[in-house]
């Protein structure tokens, strides 16, 4: 995608095929400034999480994991309930909807365990 021609600058990597440094140069290349995972990296790429890291991301990165959407869905949940009625100690589980790479009924997966079941 020309992200130059079309005035992008900030590109917000949603497929999971580009979760590494190396994975997102052809974006840099074709004029995007910064890109976003919105999964945990495959690689060092720096990771935040709103609320609790967002200041250490640095201006001169190509590129920052936004972590995974259970890492930024508990957090402010829990300051909220927290806040309102203080927490002692707790246990988190996730439910989360299928994702492209799981069937839509629970079946053997080809990538791991937990993957078969949507």
Not at 4 to 31: C, M, N, W
Not at 52 to 65: E, H, L
Not at 90 to 118: N, Y
Request: aromatic share 6%; charged share 25%.
């Amino acid at each position: 995608i020309p992200f130059k021609e079309h005035g992008v600058d900030y590109v917000r990597e949603s497929t999971s095929a580009f979760l590494t440094d190396e994975r997102i140069q052809p974006h840099l290349k074709a004029g995007a400034k910064k890109v976003v995972f919105s999964a945990p990296a495959k690689d060092d790429s720096h990771a935040i999480v709103l609320g609790a890291r967002q200041d250490t991301c640095k201006n001169d990165a190509d590129c920052v994991s936004g972590t995974s959407c259970t890492t930024n869905g508990l957090p402010p949940t829990v300051k909220d309930v927290n806040d309102a009625f203080g927490i002692k100690r707790g246990l988190m589980t996730t439910i989360h909807a299928m994702t492209a790479a799981q069937p839509t009924v629970d079946g053997e997966s080809k990538k791991d365990w937990h993957g078969g079941r949507a």
